[in-house]
């Protein structure tokens, strides 16, 4: 089991970039497979990217690529999002997740993790 707390969401400017936190506690981060997931008003929860235990492999939406990066710190038991380049659409609530399924099978998928913080909100402003 994994408890979950994001932190650095905030008010940004189109363009601009901010760094979301998540922090762990648990015997098991350090072998979890972790992501990302957001939600906008009105829309479903969706994937944002994703990192193995070990973050020598990540997953990143299309949406996404190129602009966010995803790690983490097993030491630390943090995983990071580093988001630059935003844009109005990136609006949402961000969701750190957890999985037991150490392995990439369905990492876009919610049903994949069983572990969820309670989210951080992101606004980007036009």
């Known amino acids: 089991q994994v408890q979950l707390i994001e932190s650095g969401g905030g008010l940004v400017q189109a363009g601009g970039s901010l760094r979301l936190s998540c922090a762990a506690s648990?015997?098991?981060?350090?072998?979890?497979?972790m992501g990302w997931f957001r939600q906008a008003p009105g829309n479903e929860r969706e994937f944002v990217s994703a990192i193995t235990w070990s973050g020598r492999t990540t997953y990143y939406a299309d949406s996404v690529k190129g602009r966010f990066t995803i790690s983490r710190d097993n030491a630390k038991n943090m995983m990071y999002l580093q988001m630059n380049s935003l844009k109005p659409e990136d609006t949402a609530v961000y969701y750190c997740a957890a999985s037991p399924i150490n392995d990439g099978r369905n990492y876009f998928s919610a049903g994949k993790y069983d572990n969820w913080g309670q989210g951080t909100q992101v606004t980007v402003s036009s």
């Open positions: 648990g015997r098991t981060f350090s072998t979890a497979f």
